[in-house]
């Protein structure tokens, strides 16, 4: 369990001391000679100058450049920083199926420049201008059922579409045709990866307003918070949706704590989240999903909780919200403690297609994620073997498993929508209405 951290600068006054801290699941960032950024775990003996706090930057999930793409690993995560190069629409689906990279604005952005990184490098053999776009449609149709619940996947597969066909090729050569389709694919991928930051940015600043707004926040009555799975930088290009939030809130000084769920059965909350929060420095506590309940009744008053704040995978036309499994008894709990409920999501995750939730397709993951668990060895001294990585079982591999990916939270359990365009509340008929904020997408 993830003990409460403290500020950044107690941290330094404990590394001036020489005091080490243990269990040693603390991971901080060096600077190598070629100014690139990576990860290491403390250990209580390495030396004191190697650990750069004041140089901790935000994790980076993706790397690209034109024709090469980089996928942290993050089923590696916390005890190894790992880039897998992902060169295919292949290598991508598998990467985003096995959870390897995971968040709706991630997975969207890894399946567009996947693509695009295989067009770069001459997998499109077709000469027509008709069959090129086939074989585009056939590539992205591919990935987008590589995760069918993230709503931002196929907004990005119908973008991508509608830009290949959008090219004038009147008057062109079919090589000039292809060449003209290509390019216009590739930039608009990169635009997909560009737009996802300052998203974030204005997530976040929009949340920690309208919280603000609730509370009269001082420096007196700062809040905390609780997140569910994992919505930051490892989930996006880089800040985070829900935990963008979060960030913000502590970049103004309107942070007490945070807590973050375990969120089983893949633990992206214990594996990813906590590991963010520590390596960002914020003051933080990890619990497993079912203390949630037992928090807010006993912890409520006296640590401010004010709010439990989400991402999603999809928020259809009346709100209702899809996300990481666990988020509905959140919300439910939320509501009966007199605790806000708010999802981040950029528009892009909103779905105004459909209706209600009662439509939205669940994914079912395999039962092993339930029965089976693996880990860094954990030697009798209490260190951590990094080198050494194990699966054991944790239940009887007999039992019968049912494993929903996601669940639908009803509308009337959240009290906020935050998006890059602005905070939406529901109306006077209970029912949340996007019109407004994105008028063109109800033309």
């Known amino acids: 369990m993830l003990g409460d951290i403290s500020s950044r600068a107690f941290l330094k006054s404990l590394f001036s001391l020489g005091i080490s801290l243990q269990p040693i699941q603390f991971f901080w ?23 750069n706090i004041n140089n901790m930057s935000a994790l980076e999930a993706i790397k690209y450049s034109r024709g090469k793409l980089e996928v942290l690993d993050q089923l ?31 997975i969207a952005i890894v399946a567009a420049l996947a693509a695009s990184v295989e067009l770069h490098n001459g997998s499109c053999t077709a000469t027509g201008t008709e069959d090129v776009i086939k074989y585009i449609d056939s590539r992205l149709d591919y990935l987008y059922e590589s995760r069918p619940t993230a709503v931002d996947l196929g907004n990005a597969v119908r973008l991508l579409k509608k830009t290949v066909r959008g090219i004038k090729t009147e008057g062109l050569t079919d090589a000039e045709a292809k060449e003209a389709i290509i390019k216009a694919f590739i930039e608009a991928s ?20 309208w919280l603000q707004e609730q509370y009269k926040i001082t420096d007196d009555s700062k809040i905390t918070v609780m997140t569910h799975c994992n919505t930051g930088s490892l989930a996006t290009s880089g800040h985070g ?22 969120t089983r059965p893949y633990n992206q909350g214990s594996r990813l989240t906590a590991f963010e929060l520590v ?44 996300n990481k499994i666990g988020t509905y008894q959140l919300a439910v709990l939320a509501k009966h403690h ?37 880990g860094a060895v954990v030697n009798a001294d209490g260190s951590i073997d990094t080198s050494k990585s ?16 996601f669940d639908v939270t ?9 998006t890059e365009k602005g905070t939406v509340v529901k109306g006077e008929d209970g029912k949340f209405h996007f019109e407004d904020l994105m008028p063109e997408r109800f033309q």
Not at 30 to 47: G, S
Not at 410 to 418: L, M, N, Q
Request: proline share 4%; net charge negative.
């Open 338 to 374: 007199g605790i806000k409920f708010m999802v981040a999501a950029p528009t892009t995750s909103i779905d105004v297609d459909t209706e209600t939730g009662d439509d939205i397709e669940i994914e079912q993951r395999k039962r092993e994620e339930l029965t089976q668990i693996s």
């Open 29 to 51: 960032c060096l600077i190598d000679q070629d100014i690139r950024l990576f990860l290491v775990p403390f250990k209580p003996q390495a030396p004191l100058a190697q650990i």
């Open 241 to 262: 949706t829900a935990l963008g939030i979060i960030r913000t809130l502590r970049d103004e000084g309107l942070l007490r704590h945070a807590y973050c769920t375990e």
């Open 190 to 209: 990169e635009e997909i990866l560009a737009k996802d930051l300052k998203t974030n940015k204005s997530i976040g600043a929009f949340g920690a307003k």
């Open 390 to 405: 194990v699966r054991v079982a944790i239940a009887d591999q007999r039992i019968g498993v049912w494993n929903p990916g």
């Open 279 to 322: 390596h960002e420095g914020i003051p933080a506590t990890l619990v497993t999903d079912s203390m949630a309940a037992a928090l807010f009744r006993l912890r409520k008053a006296e640590e401010n909780i004010a709010a439990v704040i989400v991402g999603a995978d999809r928020v259809v036309r009346n709100g209702d919200t899809a």
């Open 76 to 106: 590696r995560l916390p005890h190894e920083h790992h880039y897998d190069e992902v060169s295919t629409s292949e290598e991508a689906f598998d990467c985003i199926k096995a959870m390897r990279v995971r968040g709706a604005p991630a």
């Open 410 to 418: 009803p509308h009337e359990y959240i009290d906020a929508i935050v």
